[in-house]
């Protein structure tokens, strides 16, 4: 199996070399890695300026990269630039949470997306900002249920999170916010964005917000496609 990893903390993440690490266990590891923290940039690119892309040392008899850009320009060097022919992608392990309606912002979960462009099974790794550097000693537990129920049969992506502590695992759908926002003026003409954990009154624990609240490792199968195909099915009739 070739596996390409990649994260959107940065090449410098105490938890990049840790997945890779893991990985190694189960094919040939490639790893591209944003130069800088590229957290928030969810599917963004960069097509206008050239690039920095540099060789980095990040684990033994792995080929790496830092790429002066975003996770989905990671994935498109490790395709585009490297010969790609990857089976699946890691992007992780996040330092704190990927839930809800939030993912959409995320570079982590961005980057599986870009991913999914080439057929590349993707999986999302995110954990508690609390235990996000030892979250890779549930990569096992995790990857064994994933195999057991045959998962890569029902879709190709799929987001992970991982709380602190863990009673189990459950499949998930995607839940609401989970951070809320606010700019506080900081002087002159600045502003900084600031928030905290949106109030969550669910307890259906097949909502990932749920399900990781109550201590469990989500894991929700994500859609690449942004058409709502009910809708496409009940107006396409207007075509004639």
Not at 136 to 158: R, V
Request: glycine share 10%; net charge negative.
């Amino acid at each position: 199996m070739r596996i390409l990893i990649t994260n959107d903390d940065g090449v410098a993440s105490p938890a990049l070399p840790q997945l890779i690490r893991w990985a190694k266990k189960h094919g040939e590891v490639t790893a591209v890695a944003p130069k800088v923290e590229q957290s928030g940039k969810s599917h963004a690119i960069d097509f206008t300026s050239a690039i920095e892309i540099k060789k980095v040392d990040l684990a033994e008899d792995v080929e790496a990269w830092a790429v002066a850009s975003t996770p989905a320009d990671c994935v498109r060097f490790g395709v585009a630039g490297l010969g790609g022919g990857y089976d699946m992608l890691l992007s992780g392990i996040n330092r704190g949470y990927n839930l809800g309606a939030d993912i959409v912002y995320s570079g982590t979960v961005g980057a599986i997306f870009e991913g999914a462009r080439e057929d590349i099974m993707g999986i999302a790794l995110s954990a508690e900002f609390s235990v996000f550097e030892t979250a890779h000693e549930y990569l096992d537990m995790i990857f064994d249920f994933m195999k057991a129920g045959h998962l890569e049969k029902y879709h190709c992506l799929y987001n992970v999170n991982i709380p602190p502590e863990v009673k189990g695992i459950r499949i998930t759908r995607q839940g609401g916010i989970y951070y809320t926002d606010r700019f506080v003026p900081c002087g002159g003409d600045m502003y900084r964005v600031d928030g905290e954990i949106a109030p969550d009154a669910c307890e259906d624990l097949d909502v990932d917000i749920a399900a990781v609240n109550a201590g469990y490792i989500s894991i929700t199968p994500l859609a690449a496609t942004r058409t709502d195909l009910t809708a496409f099915e009940e107006l396409k009739h207007l075509n004639g």
